[in-house]
């Protein structure tokens, strides 16, 4: 039940192309909904994120849209660039368990110029 | 403002050796985070420090595995004796909060490559 699982395991996107990862949960105890970006050898840096009382969050090229029905959220890159090439990971809160956040496993984005 | 800040970067040693984790989190960061990220996976959770105390270490595996926050500062994550399976990045992190009720935004450090021979 504290299982994020995240979709597609990897992802390649034409420079200019629109990238969508999507992760689903099932515990309705999480209360925010973060996603990291990871660069080799680096360690995540958080990207953007939303609350579940909110569909839609969007910051420059990056929009989440959440559904809380369903238990899912995705991530939406706009005209995505190979800067953006990157292991994306989407992650949620527990608002019980001391704010632990679960992480999906992880999508590998590559954008070809 | 220097960023969470981890050591060695780098680390192989051979199995049953102890090895052990340096973390020196963002000044002014109370709460601090381990985590183990094995290849092709995202973070997992070890132990959350709230100042010197220990909020949350149910994942971490006990009779191997120990950490410390001397001070409520630095972190210091042990392994003693590793096996094969501690192969992975281990990222520390550290953030402002305190309540779990307000959202505080988790820096991540680059992590140390630990390779278990």
């Known amino acids: 039940q504290q299982q994020v699982k995240q979709s597609p395991q990897s992802l390649i996107v034409q420079k200019g192309g629109i990238s969508i990862i999507n992760c689903a949960y099932e515990?309705?105890?999480?209360?925010?909904f973060p996603w990291y970006q990871q660069f080799p050898g680096k360690g995540p840096a958080l990207l953007i994120a939303i609350r579940p009382d909110v569909s839609e969050k969007k910051e420059g090229r990056f929009t989440i849209s959440f559904n809380k029905s369903a238990k899912q959220f995705s991530l939406h890159i706009m005209d995505s660039q190979p800067g953006d090439s990157a292991t994306y990971f989407c992650a949620a809160r527990s608002g019980t368990s001391y704010g632990k956040l679960t992480f999906g496993q992880g999508t590998i984005l590559t954008v070809h110029p | 403002e220097a960023g969470v800040v981890q050591s060695p970067r780098y680390k192989i040693i051979e199995k049953k050796q102890p090895v052990a984790f340096w973390c020196n989190p963002i000044s002014g960061h109370n709460t601090l985070y381990w985590y183990r990220q094995n290849l092709g996976q995202g973070p997992e959770l070890l132990i959350r420090?709230?100042?010197?105390?220990?909020?949350?270490d149910s994942q971490l595996p006990k009779d191997r595995f120990s950490a410390e926050r001397l001070k409520g500062v630095d972190s210091t994550l042990k392994i003693q004796p590793a096996e094969l399976g501690d192969s992975a990045v281990y990222l520390c992190?550290?953030?402002?909060?305190?309540?779990?009720?307000?959202?505080?935004?988790?820096?991540f450090g680059p992590g140390t490559r630990l390779t278990v021979l």
């Open positions: 420090y709230e100042n010197e105390e220990a909020v949350d």
């Open positions: 515990n309705t105890a999480f209360d925010y």
């Open positions: 992190a550290s953030s402002l909060g305190r309540d779990p009720g307000n959202y505080n935004e988790q820096f």
